[in-house]
């Protein structure tokens, strides 16, 4: 199974202020995607942005936006102008380019914002 | 639109007991998978499947079997259950063709203690 760590286990984030997760992962593959997953209290997975290894530019999804550095193997999200409903558990995930499509995650990292 | 449906929400088996976790998913998504989630943890796989007829193994398997007798259903079946099973188990599903994965799709969870 690939590794994916979250060296963060919490943050906290003022409302309107930015906040950057951070993962790292461990591949021997070219062609893979990468995940930012967010589990709120209510537990439900909703998928928060992806990124295709194949691609240089960085995703962007409205407040919510990626650093990929392919070489160093990091992934850290940046959640801009934070909002009380961004609360919740975010987690990496990892999956490479195989037929079995499986994703791999990180511990995750529970990010608070404060009002 | 239903999406993945899970069935129970909530259970408390006692030590040695079986059952059987229900999936099932109305978005004609060809793989499915089974995740658990312990406490503060990312989730880690226990089963997937590709397709009707075809399922594998994942990072956690023992003590669970599944089947995948139809494209909509995917049941994770507990046998002589013990402590270490107890967590909440995840059922996800996605389209995956032309060799470009899609999003998963998870349903609500479902949280089992055994006692």
């Known amino acids: 199974a690939q590794t994916v760590t979250q060296s963060q286990p919490e943050m906290s984030v003022q409302e309107a202020e930015t906040v950057t997760l951070s993962c790292t992962y461990d591949t021997s593959e070219n062609n893979y995607y990468l995940f930012w997953y967010k589990q709120p209290p209510s537990r439900q997975m909703i998928l928060v942005i992806r990124q295709e290894a194949y691609k240089q530019q960085n995703a962007t999804e409205n407040r919510f936006s990626v650093n990929f550095q392919k070489a160093a193997k990091s992934f850290s999200l940046k959640i801009s102008d934070s909002q009380l409903g961004d609360t919740a558990m975010y987690f990496c995930?990892?999956?490479?380019?195989?037929?079995?499509?499986?994703?791999?995650f990180g511990a995750g990292t529970t990010v608070t914002v404060r009002a | 639109n239903a999406g993945v449906t899970q069935t129970p929400k909530f259970r408390i088996l006692k030590i040695g007991q079986s059952m059987t976790l229900q999936c099932t998913q109305d978005m004609n998504h060809n793989y499915m998978y089974w995740y658990r989630q312990d406490p503060g943890m990312g989730l880690k796989l226990i089963y997937y499947s590709v397709g009707a007829g075809i399922t594998d193994k994942g990072e956690v398997p023992n003590g669970y079997n599944v089947s995948r007798s139809t494209t909509e259903d995917f049941p994770l079946r507990l046998e002589l259950a013990a402590p270490s099973q107890t967590s909440v188990y995840f059922c996800?599903?996605?389209?995956?063709?032309?060799?470009?994965?899609?999003?998963?799709?998870f349903g609500e969870g479902s949280r089992l203690t055994v006692l």
């Open positions: 996800a599903s996605s389209f995956i063709a032309s060799g470009l994965p899609g999003e998963l799709f």
């Open positions: 995930a990892f999956m490479k380019h195989a037929h079995d499509y499986k994703l791999s």
